[in-house]
């Protein structure tokens, strides 16, 4: 058996994609669109320079 006939998918596999959809690809997009959302949600760099702000105006009972 040569590398080339190792490295390549069976037959069947084409099959199955055709025929059911290419579930490894299709978790892999939703994998990196939950990494992406995960990644705006978790994202507090706009809380910190407000509080950094706030911080370096001193403290105001009024603001």
């Known amino acids: ?3 080339a006939e190792i490295t390549e998918h069976p037959p069947i596999y084409g099959r199955l ?6 579930a490894p690809a299709e978790a892999r ?3 990196q ?12 760099s706009d ?5 950094q702000k706030k911080e370096a105006h ?3 009972a009024f603001g």
């Open 1 to 3: 058996m040569s590398t």
């Open 17 to 22: 994609i055709e025929e059911r959809g290419d």
């Open 29 to 31: 997009e939703a994998a």
């Open 33 to 44: 669109q939950v990494q992406r959302q995960a990644a705006v949600d978790l994202d507090w």
């Open 47 to 51: 809380v910190r320079l407000s509080q």
């Open 58 to 60: 001193g403290f105001s």
